[in-house]
């Protein structure tokens, strides 16, 4: 038996009538006559009295009635529920970040984008850029704020979002901790902490570069791969270390973010943040979050 020659019995048996059975089911009446005719064949009796005046079941078709019905009800069941799990599935954005992104900038957009889409699940993975991208192109990501690589994969799309500020981190007592700014030649000779440069490359080179582009040598001292770990090693009293300033939102005891003076054409503008997805794709989602952002870009690079 087929779906459909089970619901055009039922409609008829339900209404008695093939004109009205037709115009319900948006068919010919012809057609709605042929799948009857066909259900009849497969199953080898008369599932409705026909004449010219009525219809009526017969005792066959009386006894096909009920289940007829409760297949159909399981089957809008089962149909709803696959609809329901597939509304589940696209009201859920799945959003990679850095740990800059995840620290500074989410946390002033996504209160907002949740007021405004209510219906979508935010799930956030807060991960380092390298490992961000294959998630993108794996599928397992819908969007990341990312540091823009050197060499930007051509099946991903950037958006540069912007740049952020560079503060110097010092334990307190430290005697730049008395500064409200410093510039990179007071920080010659002092120890320094700096990122791997596998895992952070831009961290790493923003804290190298101050330096070179001054014609100085950087004192390295330690290096750590997370900004938490970075910071409290500061905290401990175990050098200084060039970070984005929205780790002074870490609070970590112990330590005082003091403000550095950088030229406009200093690598600083190497701290760059951006907005990744796969390109030549559409997402109503992320292209709501994307509108959110934009919005908002000004205030949120305000504070960076």
């Not at 089970?6 to 037709?22: I, K, Q």
């Not at 959003?95 to 956030?124: K, T, W, Y």
Request: charged content about 25%; aromatic content about 4%.
């Amino acid at each position: 038996m087929e779906f459909l020659q089970l619901r055009c019995f039922v409609t008829v048996a339900e209404m008695l009538h093939f004109g009205r059975a037709a115009q319900h089911l948006e068919m010919l009446p012809a057609s709605l006559g042929r799948q009857i005719r066909l259900l009849e064949e497969r199953l080898g009796v008369r599932l409705l009295s026909r004449t010219t005046r009525n219809v009526a079941l017969t005792e066959a078709g009386s006894m096909l009635l009920p289940e007829a019905l409760e297949i159909i009800r399981r089957v809008e069941q089962l149909e709803a529920k696959l609809r329901e799990h597939k509304n589940q599935k696209a009201a859920l954005l799945r959003i990679g970040a850095i740990d800059s992104a995840a620290a500074g900038l989410l946390p002033q957009l996504l209160p907002r984008f949740r007021e405004l889409h209510p219906e979508v699940v935010v799930q956030l993975i807060e991960q380092k850029t390298i490992r961000l991208l294959p998630k993108i192109l794996s599928g397992h990501l819908d969007i990341a704020i990312v540091r823009p690589p050197e060499t930007p994969d051509p099946r991903l799309e950037f958006r540069p979002l912007f740049h952020e500020t560079a503060v110097v981190a010092c334990p307190e007592g430290h005697s730049l901790a008395e500064y409200e700014e410093v510039d990179v030649h007071q920080l010659v000779d002092q120890p320094l902490i700096v990122p791997d440069r596998k895992s952070r490359p831009h961290s790493h080179d923003l804290s190298m570069q101050l330096f070179i582009e001054a014609g100085l040598s950087a004192r390295v001292v330690q290096i750590a791969e997370e900004k938490q770990t970075i910071v409290n090693l500061v905290g401990r009293g175990m050098g200084i270390a060039i970070v984005p300033r929205w780790a002074s939102r870490l609070g970590v005891k112990g330590v005082r973010f003091v403000s550095l003076k950088v030229t406009q054409t200093s690598t600083r503008n190497k701290l760059a943040l951006a907005a990744c997805w796969m390109r030549d794709t559409k997402d109503p989602t992320r292209e709501a979050f994307m509108s959110l952002l934009s919005e908002n870009l000004s205030s949120i690079a305000a504070t960076a």
